[in-house]
Nanobody
Framework: QVQLVESGGGLVQPGGSLRLSCAAS????????MGWYRQAPGKQRELVSS???????NYVDSVQGRFTISRDNAKNTLYLQMNSLKPEDTAVYYC????????WGQGTQVTVSS
C-alpha cells in the first residue's frame, strides 16, 4: 500500500524559509513524475510544483523563483525548498505523483504570518 508522508511544515514569518519533505513508499518511485500540491482554507487543492522522472521542473507563477522542487530517488523522497515565503503561501502542502494517482497523505501545514 502506497504511503505518502509529508513533513517540515510550521509557522514562519513572511520572508522566511521552510524545507518540506515527502517520504513516498512508491514502488519504482523513480519512474513517476511527482508534484507538490497545496490547499488553502476555502480553496481547491492546486499543483504548485512538479518534477519529471528526468528531473525537469515546473512551477506555478506565484511561486516561481521562490520555491525549488527536488527528488532523491535513492531515498524515495521528494523535497520542496520554500524561500521568501508570503502569507498567501499559507496552506496544507501535499505530495503525490503528477498526475495524482495515489491516496493523499495527511499533508503538512505551512503558516506564514507575523
Amino acid at each position: 500500500q502506497v504511503q505518502l508522508v509529508e513533513s517540515g511544515g510550521g509557522l514562519v514569518q513572511p520572508g522566511g524559509s521552510l524545507r518540506l519533505s515527502c517520504a513516498a513508499s512508491i514502488r519504482f518511485f523513480s519512474v513517476y513524475g511527482m508534484g507538490w500540491y497545496r490547499q488553502a482554507p476555502g480553496k481547491q487543492r492546486e499543483l504548485v510544483s512538479s518534477i519529471t522522472r528526468g528531473g525537469s521542473t515546473n512551477y506555478v507563477d506565484s511561486v516561481q523563483g521562490r520555491f525549488t522542487i527536488s527528488r532523491d530517488n535513492a531515498k524515495n523522497t521528494l523535497y520542496l525548498q520554500m524561500n521568501s515565503l508570503k502569507p498567501e503561501d499559507t496552506a496544507v502542502y501535499y505530495c503525490n505523483t503528477n498526475p495524482n494517482l495515489f491516496s493523499w497523505g495527511q499533508g503538512t501545514q505551512v503558516t506564514v504570518s507575523s
